[in-house]
C-alpha cells in the first residue's frame, strides 16, 4: 500500500502554467505505475496521464496532449505534472493515483488502486 498526497493547485490565468506534485510513501514506490485524474464540477472524473514504473512510456488524454507533462523522480517517490497553456476547461479537482499493474492493463483499463485526496485546480479566463 502506498499514501499519496498532491500539491501545486492554485488559481492561475490562462495561458499561465502550474507544476502538480505528488509524493509517495511507502514501499516499492519505483514499482507502480502513476497517473494524475481530473474531476470537474458535475463532471465524471476523467484520465489526464498516466506513467509507468520506469518512465519509459507516458500517455494523455487528447485534451491534454501538447500541454501537459508527466514526470516521475523515482529517488524522490514523487510523480509531476507540469500543465502548461492553461485553459479554463482545465478548472478541476486534479487527483494522483497509484498501481502495481502492468503497464499494458494500466493503459486498457484505466484502473488505479490507490488515490490521493485531489488538489484543486482553477484557471479563470
Known amino acids: 500500500q502506498v499514501q499519496l498526497e498532491e500539491s501545486g493547485g492554485g488559481l492561475v490565468q490562462a495561458g499561465d502554467s502550474l507544476r502538480l506534485s505528488c509524493a509517495v510513501s511507502g514501499r516499492a514506490f519505483s514499482t507502480y505505475a502513476m497517473g494524475w485524474f481530473r474531476q470537474a464540477p458535475g463532471k465524471e472524473r476523467e484520465f489526464v496521464s498516466a506513467i509507468s514504473w520506469s518512465s519509459s512510456f507516458t500517455d494523455y488524454a487528447d485534451s491534454v496532449k501538447g500541454r501537459f507533462t508527466i514526470s516521475r523522480d523515482n529517488a524522490e517517490n514523487t510523480v509531476y505534472l507540469q500543465m502548461n497553456s492553461l485553459k479554463p476547461e482545465d478548472t478541476a479537482v486534479y487527483y494522483c493515483?497509484?498501481?502495481?499493474?502492468?503497464?499494458?492493463?494500466?493503459?486498457?483499463?484505466?484502473?488505479?488502486?490507490?488515490w490521493g485526496q485531489g488538489t484543486q485546480v482553477t484557471v479563470s479566463s
Open positions: 493515483a497509484a498501481d502495481r499493474s502492468r503497464w499494458d492493463d494500466v493503459v486498457r483499463t484505466r484502473y488505479f488502486g490507490s
